[in-house]
């Protein structure tokens, strides 16, 4: 199983700031089989990016995904209000075990 | 609009069952791969079971198998979690989403609003 861990935990950020999140796993995840979801209260999870840096149907430009083998970044180019939330990474390279990183909290200064 | 509405959840006591079902609409569902993910309270999500298009290919995660059976019926349009033997840390809630395949796996492109489960004596 690849384990993700996404740093840090909690980003205190103002609005217009940049946001640089990150996700590493325990193996390299093949062909950057990997996407990123955000997660507002009380909600599912949306689909941001996939193989690590194709935005999905709807996602702004300023979210960018890059990275590869063992090590992903998530950025947010400028904060804006509707960004604060969870985001996690998740790993779809070995089958069928997907998993998810622990998230990632980003939070109004 | 792709739609997933799930239904099903409730409390339920630790040895029990559940049935979870997942409604599906503005696609072709017997076309997708369909997933469980769950997510225990103020917890990350887990990836829980995947069955194919057809229903002939299933998997489920080591924590629930022997336990949960993902299963669906295209005719329908839903997809259902039979859920036996409930312990208190599969309190969760469970969402159901749609896979979109990409070499030999997954990511999730659609999501329910998900179903809270709670085991509790």
């Known amino acids: 199983e690849i384990v993700l861990t996404q740093s840090p935990g909690t980003l205190s950020l103002s609005p217009g700031e940049r946001a640089t999140l990150s996700c590493r796993a325990s193996?390299?995840?093949?062909?950057?089989?990997l996407g990123w979801y955000q997660q507002k209260p009380g909600q599912a999870p949306r689909l941001l990016m996939h193989g690590a840096s194709f935005r999905a149907t709807g996602t702004p430009d300023r979210f960018s995904g890059s990275g590869s083998g063992t090590d992903f970044t998530l950025t947010i180019s400028r904060l804006e209000p509707e960004d604060f939330a969870v985001y996690y990474c998740q790993q779809y390279s070995s089958s069928p075990e997907w998993t998810f990183g622990q998230g990632t909290k980003v939070e109004i200064k | 609009q792709v739609q997933l509405v799930e239904s099903g959840g409730g409390v339920v006591q630790p040895g029990r069952s559940l049935r979870l079902s997942c409604t599906a609409s503005?696609?072709?569902?017997?076309?997708?791969?369909m997933h469980w993910v769950r997510q225990a309270p103020v917890k990350g999500l887990e990836w829980v079971a995947v069955?194919?298009?057809?229903?002939?290919?299933?998997y489920h995660a080591d924590s629930v198998k022997g336990r949960f059976t993902i299963a669906r019926d295209n005719s329908q349009n839903t997809l259902f979690l039979q859920m036996n033997s409930l312990r208190i840390e599969d309190t969760a809630v469970y969402f159901c989403?749609?896979?979109?395949?990409?070499?030999?796996?997954?990511?999730?492109?659609?999501w329910g609003q998900g179903a809270l489960v709670t085991v509790s004596s």
């Open positions: 193996q390299s995840v093949d062909n950057n089989y």
């Open positions: 989403a749609r896979g979109t395949p990409s070499g030999g796996g997954y990511y999730f492109d659609y």
């Open positions: 503005g696609f072709r569902f017997s076309t997708y791969a």
């Open positions: 069955i194919s298009f057809d229903g002939s290919i299933k």
